[in-house]
């Protein structure tokens, strides 16, 4: 089937005008008024619809096509004809329709508003309601502007493994993989000579497919810095899994991380890359998404766009984790309360991030050099022994965003760390090895899309910018 796509009559419609078209599409209104109607189509391509124009005496099957439910498939032909005078610019009228694939009565997606948890139970539907279009066509956009803007600063597009055989985080939050049969476990019984009491048994990880405990990968960093000791900047992007039994709007199981690690770059170097993207995917979205940005702007977020323009214009302001703590415990001293109180050493909650982006400084933040019991083993170490080169980055209406730091590249230094921490350096051999194979000083970031997707559509919950999210006791569809 030839067909002209929706998108490119709004592109160019004069284009268009006084020819004769094939649309295909999906109904999403059908307006009976007896010697002629109206069907408004959609065929994905882009947010607008189409409106077709329809005369009782010239389709032989009009009651059929007024019969027809929303959601029921269409292809239309007939001639554009240019409106300029009426509400909408344009309109198809129709020669010739015919129904495609009709909707069972029991359809659940109506014109009348669904709430966004009817939705989650049906989420192999909602992409056909005007809030999920409007999302997930963001989502798309955002992805494409991420890739856009690394591919131009030069950097190398790395995809890193799914299955690893490492904690990037060192939390153990991570899912199995294995093929042994969980119902009758290899063990190997302990010996005195083992680690291990005499008469116990661990998993004989040697039957195992990969022959060694194996888990979904929490973060493409460790690999990412591989690439990184060789092509300089370098970035990931890819789904990252994390066995947290957490019910927050701000938690799946399933996410996707952009990961870029640069070579010979300090924490100054880290944070103008982090800038830089997020203000060329903001900008990105704003250009490129003005009708999906309006109607979330006007149903779900009203200060929406106002806010991204803020973000994309403002320089953002940067401060140490020790200077934010004081500016926070001298808001309290003011008499502003907070839920979590403040000292230093805590992790900031999202209430101190807010504060300082949109009361203190009013605009994106920085906050940097962080305690280094809170953050991850590979952070460089200060030389105050007490913090580490860490930045997370705050934006107005949310919090933190994204995180990052420059990475220890003393191999005796991380190792000790691993060890304080508890951890096994055998596990992580190949990433020391970096340390002792032409170290440099070098520094990255993460950016959870889904967050990021979330700032960009004024949606709340992250189970609504995922397709099909992944939550504790919810893996459906």
Not at 215 to 228: D, K, P, R
Not at 371 to 381: D, N, V
Request: hydrophobic fraction near 40%; charge should be negative.
């Amino acid at each position: 089937m030839k067909r002209t796509r929706i998108k490119q009559i709004w592109k160019d419609a004069e284009k268009f005008g006084g020819k004769e078209l094939t649309i295909a599409g999906w109904v999403r209104s059908v307006r009976d008024m007896k010697q002629f109607g109206f069907v408004t189509l959609n065929d994905g391509s882009c947010f607008n619809d189409l409106q077709v124009v329809l005369e009782k005496g010239s389709l032989p099957n009009y009651d059929e096509i007024c019969a027809a439910n929303v959601g029921s498939s269409m292809k239309v032909k007939g001639t554009l004809v240019l409106t300029p005078d009426r509400p909408q610019p344009f309109e198809l009228q129709a020669t010739e329709i015919e129904i495609l694939g009709s909707v069972a009565p029991d359809y659940p997606i109506q014109k009348k508003h669904a709430t966004r948890e009817f939705l989650r139970e049906h989420q192999h539907l909602r992409p056909r309601t005007n809030l999920f279009r409007a999302v997930f066509r963001i989502r798309s956009l955002a992805a494409y502007a991420i890739h856009t803007y690394f591919q131009e600063e030069g950097f190398l597009y790395v995809t890193t493994p799914i299955i690893t055989t490492s904690d990037a985080e060192g939390a153990g939050e991570m899912f199995h993989v294995t093929t042994l049969d969980l119902e009758n476990v290899p063990k190997i019984e302990a010996s005195d000579n083992k680690a291990g009491d005499a008469g116990t048994s661990t998993v004989d990880w040697s039957k195992d497919f990969f022959q060694a405990p194996a888990s979904l990968t929490v973060s493409g960093q460790l690999q990412g810095e591989n690439f990184a000791m060789a092509f300089g900047d370098i970035y990931t992007f890819g789904p990252t899994f994390r066995a947290e039994n957490s019910n927050t709007r701000r938690h799946a199981a399933e996410f996707w991380m952009i990961e870029p690690e640069m070579a010979f770059c300090d924490l100054e170097g880290n944070m103008n890359v982090a800038e830089g993207m997020l203000k060329f995917v903001i900008n990105f979205v704003l250009e490129n998404c003005t009708q999906e940005l309006a109607m979330l702007n006007k149903f779900v977020d009203k200060e929406l766009i106002k806010r991204l323009k803020h973000v994309a214009s403002s320089a953002f302001a940067r401060v140490t984790y020790t200077e934010a703590i004081d500016i926070l415990e001298k808001a309290v001293e003011k008499g502003h309360k907070f839920d979590y109180p403040v000292s230093w050493g805590i992790d900031l909650q999202t209430e101190h991030e807010r504060y300082l982006t949109e009361e203190h400084f009013k605009r994106p933040t920085f906050v940097t050099d962080y305690p280094k019991e809170i953050k991850a083993f590979y952070m460089k170490a200060n030389d105050d022994g007490k913090t580490v080169a860490a930045v997370d980055c705050l934006v107005p209406g949310v919090g933190e965003i994204l995180g990052g730091s420059t990475r220890e590249d003393d191999f005796e230094i991380l190792e000790k760390r691993i060890v304080d921490l508890g951890m096994n350096p055998d596990d992580y051999k190949a990433y020391l090895d970096l340390r002792k194979y032409g170290s440099c000083e070098h520094a990255g970031f993460g950016v959870g899309f889904e967050r990021l997707v979330m700032y960009l559509t004024g949606i709340d919950n992250i189970r609504d910018v995922l397709p099909h999210p992944r939550t504790v006791g919810n893996a459906k569809f």
